[in-house]
């Protein structure tokens, strides 16, 4: 990937609203894992899109609010731009270079990048129609992207059915997007418990991301292991996630 063709097409602000598809997320995570500009633009968009989602203007989606903040502070903030740019282009800048369309070296990969969580997109079963039940009202926050709204609604759609994966799966997700990173881990163990189900590969997925917060790569990479043997549809991103994740600690 191109940084300056990545910033063109958008790809970080399209990655961070969940707006791209499992293989371009997962070869922009890839990108972004040994390129520190990408990383740190990945990281500036999520900062103001905690900012924006607990205050949204009535009838604006957060997502359309966050790419024009984001606009805004690129083009109003030469500072930030700066802080942006490849750190090869920064005078007297003892950083290493970062990936890009000028690089020849192979770049290290980053734990820390590896570990970043594009939320998973809930689609409403199509047989099944919106209610006003806990689950649907919370599913609808966190569609919303409005993650710490969207909590307690799981909490008592699990409390009325312990045995309700989709609900204690996005409850997971939710903890993981508020930076509640025990709690992500300990519910999306309590997902995987539960045995087979829609969400099963996907939360040893996660789990993973989580576990590489903390940072427990031994369990994550366990976890990616147990998800790529489910022989799901996430199983060449989980392969690609492995590798990434071995090379970067070998490379610790």
Same mark, same amino acid.
Request: one cysteine or more.
């Given at each position: 990937?191109?940084?300056d ?10 990655y ?9 997320q ?11 500009r990408?990383?740190e ?21 957060w ?18 731009? =700066? ?13 290493t ?9 192979r ?18 079963p ?5 209610g ?5 009202l ?6 919303r ?5 969207a ?17 204690? =799966? ?34 040893? =997925? ?16 366990a ?10 549809p ?19």
């Open positions: 990937m191109d940084c063709k990545i910033e063109e097409a958008e790809i970080a602000e399209k961070v609203t969940g707006q791209l598809n499992e293989t371009e997962a070869d922009f995570e890839l990108h972004f894992a040994g390129c520190q990408c990383f633009r990945v990281q500036l968009l999520q900062d103001i899109q905690a900012a924006l989602v607990p205050r949204p203007r009535r009838g604006t989606p997502w359309t609010a966050l790419a024009v903040a984001a606009s805004l502070l690129v083009a109003a903030g030469a500072a930030t731009w =700066f802080r942006l740019r490849p750190a090869s282009g920064r005078e007297g800048s003892q950083a270079a970062p990936s890009g369309a000028h690089s020849t070296a770049p290290s990969l980053n734990l820390t990048a590896l570990a970043l969580v594009s939320p998973p997109r809930y689609l409403q199509q047989w099944r129609a919106a006003q039940t806990d689950f649907d919370a599913m609808r926050r966190y569609t992207g409005d993650y710490a709204g909590t307690p609604g799981l909490l008592a759609a699990l409390k009325d059915d312990p045995e309700n994966s989709a609900a204690g =799966f996005f409850l997971g997700i939710s903890y993981l997007m508020q930076d509640r990173d025990n709690e992500a881990v300990a519910q999306l163990k309590a997902v995987i418990r539960l045995g087979d189900s829609p969400e099963l590969e996907e939360a040893h =997925f996660y789990l993973a991301k989580a576990l590489l917060r903390k940072p427990d790569v031994s369990g994550a990479v976890e990616l292991r147990q998800a790529i043997r489910l022989h799901g996430r199983q060449p991103e989980e392969r690609r996630l492995l590798e990434s994740v071995q090379e970067a600690r070998t490379e610790q």
